[in-house]
């Protein structure tokens, strides 16, 4: 039986969706985010004649967040990357994941009256790469931050 025949089941839609990053409110300016996405390594295991497979470890996909700049966003951001351990004065080298313990990160799904259906929850996320869109004069485009962030694991409730 297909969805469109009955009318307790909506299919979800793809703009239909908040993120929240931290204690901060849900930001409202995202354009885009891509969904954790798992992938299991397989390995082989050869008997006689026979070939078994096994599942190996699991690597989670970084996600990509697409946002309007609304002001002083891409500070915001930058911030946030300079307070994990990045240091461009050459103070520290690399980045320190103490500094995320406890970082709220969710992305959740909603239905067509606002209200929360999934979530996804990051566990130990940090700001991999921050990317700034190209100013040019001959558009009129909105300007985009695009940030990529990194995790060691996900749930989906």
Known sequence: MSFWSRPDLEPLRKFRF??????????????????PSPDVSMGEYQLINHKIKFPGIVTWSDIDITMVDVGKKGKEFYKKLTESGYKFE????????????????????????????????????????????????????????????????????
């Open 18 to 35: 908040q993120i929240q990053i931290g204690s901060s409110d849900v930001m409202w300016w995202a354009k885009s985010v891509t969904q």
């Open 90 to 157: 050459g103070e520290k080298d690399g980045i320190i994941k103490e500094h995320y313990k406890g970082q709220v990160f969710k992305i959740e799904k909603l239905n067509a009256l606002g209200k929360v259906i999934e979530t996804w929850k990051l566990i130990n996320p940090f700001i991999k790469s921050i990317k700034y869109s190209d100013l040019d004069y001959s558009s009129d485009d909105l300007v985009e931050i695009t940030i990529t962030v990194a995790y060691d694991s996900a749930t989906l409730t």
